[in-house]
Nanobody, 125 residues
Framework: QVQLVESGGGLVQAGGSLRLSCAAS????????MGWFRQAPGKERETVAAISWSGRTYYTDPVKGRFTISSDNAKNTVYLQMNSLKPEDTAVYYC???????????????????WGQGTQVTVSS
């Protein structure tokens, strides 16, 4: 059974930075895609960033230039570096994965098979 554990969330002032980590265990397949998503209170879950097995990346417009997704395959970990944080970035952040050898990433949350429990990110103004 694949398990994903997010860490690195917390409280930060606007303009600050956080790095989220998502560690995978129990994954028996070596080709996979991953994504980061967030959900604020009263809002739908939205895609933040995604990375394909080949390393192609996607970012939603509000985070372009501020967030960076990366993957360390040797550590089975994907990261989300978040800089210049804004109060509107406040949300629970989730990572997800699916088996895929495609060169392309997956943007839709429904494309993913395994999800972490989430980590809270709060940005104060």
């Amino acid at each position: 059974q694949v398990q994903l554990v997010e860490s690195g969330g917390g409280l930060v002032q606007a303009g600050g930075s956080l790095r989220l980590s998502c560690a995978a265990s129990g994954r028996t397949f070596s080709d996979y895609a991953m994504g980061w998503f967030r959900q604020a209170p009263g809002k739908e879950r939205e895609t933040v960033a995604a990375i394909s097995w080949s390393g192609r990346t996607y970012y939603t417009d509000p985070v372009k230039g501020r967030f960076t997704i990366s993957s360390d395959n040797a550590k089975n970990t994907v990261y989300l570096q978040m800089n210049s944080l804004k109060p509107e970035d406040t949300a629970v952040y989730y990572c997800a994965t699916k088996r895929s050898s495609s060169r392309w990433y997956y943007v839709q949350p429904s494309s993913y098979d395994y999800w972490g429990q989430g980590t809270q990110v709060t940005v104060s103004s």
